[in-house]
């Protein structure tokens, strides 16, 4: 079983950065898409970004294209999320999950979740 690990998470004032970092533990580790989500109190998880493992290509929100960019060490099983001119809307729980699936936008194919690390931008 694959269990991805968050780390990274703080608190930050806006404009400023963070990196989240998604370390992935168990064999075999050959998903389809590494994704990052994100929970702020009394809304839905979205969609923040998207890695296909294998190839790297990215996939972005709306909301955060230009401002994020997602990584992924392949050798070390890493996924990195650099955020940058972070806003206060971006306060959330930032979830790592790992899909089978090519649907890289459907929530509902990444089966294995980490906890999730905390994000908060004061203004």
């Known amino acids: 079983q694959v269990q991805p690990v968050e780390s990274g998470g703080g608190a930050v004032q806006a404009g400023g950065s963070l990196r989240l970092s998604c370390a992935a533990s168990g064999r075999p580790f050959s998903p389809y898409f590494m994704g990052w989500f994100r929970q702020a109190p009394g809304k839905e998880r979205e969609f923040v970004a998207a890695i296909r493992w294998s190839g790297g290509w990215t996939y972005y929100g709306d909301s955060v294209k230009g401002r994020f960019s997602f990584s992924r060490d392949y050798t070390k099983n890493t996924g990195f999320l650099q955020m940058n001119n972070l806003k206060a809307d971006d306060t959330a729980v930032y979830y790592c999950?790992?899909?089978?699936?090519?649907?890289?936008?459907?929530?509902?194919?990444?089966?294995?979740w980490g906890q999730g690390t905390q994000v908060t931008v004061s203004s």
């Open positions: 999950a790992v899909s089978g699936s090519s649907y890289w936008y459907r929530i509902s194919d990444y089966d294995n």
